[in-house]
């Protein structure tokens, strides 16, 4: 019985960590949807000038938090990160050769 109240507890603490970042495919913009796949000129258009950008490169890898997006694991260790901030969120995209590879959203 111990050990089901405990299994119990670390599912529940587990969703709680996961609820705090997610990943997708998309992220709604007002009446617009930013996806996978768009332009660096299409984020730029619908979420204005990045607050931070850094770029990841192979050599460096670096890890991230959160889930991922659908890309390639290739894709995750390079490119370019832009960094935004809305909602009481962090908004993480990933470039790779002008491209959206990856949308990432945290709570602060």
Not at 37 to 53: F, I, M, R
Not at 70 to 81: S, V
Request: glycine share 12%; charged share 30%; with cysteine.
């Amino acid at each position: 019985m111990h050990r089901r109240l405990l299994a119990g507890l670390l599912a529940c603490l587990l969703f709680a960590v996961a609820a705090g970042a997610s990943a997708s495919d998309s992220l709604r913009v007002g009446s617009r949807v930013l996806v996978v796949g768009d332009s660096a000129a299409t984020v730029t258009a619908l979420l204005g000038k990045p607050v931070h950008k850094s770029r990841r490169n192979a050599a460096r890898g670096g890890g991230h938090r959160g889930k991922r997006a659908r890309a390639a694991q290739g894709d995750k260790a390079r490119g370019e990160q832009w960094q935004y901030r809305r909602d009481g969120r962090v908004i993480v995209v990933t470039l790779v050769d002008g491209r959206v590879s990856d949308i990432d959203e945290r709570s602060r």
